[in-house]
C-alpha cells in the first residue's frame, strides 16, 4: 500500500542552524501538508500546498518557514534559524483530494523528530 | 473557529472488553469530515476511521466504530474487543468540507489508551 515516507526520522541541530526536512507524499497526491507536535501537546497545523504553491498556512508559520517541491517527488519544509522553540515532531501529510474518487483524507507520514539544542 | 475537545485524558479498558473514547467539536459549519487518528509509541498517525457530515449512517471499520451526533456535535470511537496493539493515543480531528473552506486538520488533545492484559 502506498505511504508517505519522511526523512531524517531523528534530526538534532544546534540554534540558529538552518534544517530541512524531506518528505516524499503518496504518488498520486497533489496535496501536501506539514504538522508539527511539540512533545505532550496537540498535533498543530503548519501549511498546505498545492499546484506549487501554498494554500493556506497557520501563525506558527513565520517567515523562518518555507515549503518547497524541488522535483515530482520531493517535499520540503526548511526552517531557516532554528530556536529551541522549534524542538517538536514534524509530520507530512498528502491528500487526493482533486481525485473525483478522492476521499479527501489526509495520510501522514511517520514524522521527523527535531531536537534543537 | 472550529475547535475540538477531548474531555478525557486517559482511559483504560481490559482485553477483549469495549472502550468509548469521546470527542465534541465545535463548528458553524454544515458539512465537515470527523476523523479518529491513533498514534503508538512509534508517534506516527495512522488513520482509523473517517466520518461524513452529509451521512446519518455512522462509519465502521472492523472492531472500530463511531457515534455520530450531528446535533450534538459529538463524535465518540468505540473499541470493540480490544487488543494489546490498541493500546496507542488517540486524536479525533475536524476538517471543513465546505467549499473554499480550511483545508487544515484541527486536532484534539488526545486520549491515551491503556490496554491491561
Known amino acids: 500500500e502506498p505511504e508517505v515516507t519522511q526523512t531524517p526520522s531523528h534530526q538534532v541541530t544546534q540554534m540558529g542552524q538552518e534544517v530541512i526536512l524531506r518528505c516524499v507524499p503518496i504518488s498520486n497526491h497533489l496535496y501536501f501538508y506539514w504538522y508539527r507536535q511539540i512533545l505532550g501537546q496537540k498535533v498543530e497545523f503548519l501549511v498546505s500546498?498545492?499546484?506549487?504553491?501554498?494554500?493556506?498556512k497557520s501563525e506558527i508559520f513565520d517567515d523562518q518557514f518555507s515549503v518547497e517541491r524541488p522535483d515530482g517527488s520531493n517535499f520540503t519544509l526548511k526552517i531557516r534559524s532554528t530556536k529551541l522553540e522549534d524542538s517538536a515532531m514534524y509530520f507530512c501529510a498528502s491528500s487526493d483530494r482533486t481525485a473525483s474518487t478522492s476521499t479527501d483524507t489526509q495520510y501522514f507520514g511517520p514524522g521527523t523528530r527535531l531536537t534543537v539544542l | 473557529a472550529q475547535t475540538v475537545t477531548q474531555s478525557q485524558p486517559e482511559m483504560s479498558v481490559q482485553e477483549a472488553e469495549t472502550v468509548t473514547l469521546s470527542c465534541t467539536y465545535d463548528?458553524?459549519?454544515?458539512?465537515?469530515?470527523l476523523f479518529w487518528y491513533k498514534q503508538p509509541p512509534s508517534r506516527q498517525m495512522i488513520l482509523v476511521i473517517r466520518q461524513e457530515a452529509y451521512k446519518q449512517q455512522n462509519a465502521t471499520e472492523n472492531r472500530f466504530s463511531v457515534n455520530f451526533q450531528k446535533a450534538a456535535k459529538s463524535f465518540s470511537l468505540k473499541i470493540s474487543d480490544s487488543q494489546l496493539g490498541d493500546a496507542a493515543m488517540y486524536f479525533c480531528?475536524?476538517?471543513?468540507?465546505?467549499?473554499?473552506?480550511?483545508?487544515?486538520?484541527?486536532f484534539g488533545k488526545g486520549t491515551k489508551l491503556t490496554v491491561n492484559p
Open positions: 500546498f498545492y499546484n506549487n504553491e501554498i494554500s493556506e
Open positions: 480531528a475536524y476538517r471543513s468540507a465546505s467549499w473554499g473552506g480550511s483545508e487544515k486538520l484541527v
Open positions: 463548528t458553524s459549519e454544515s458539512d465537515y469530515y
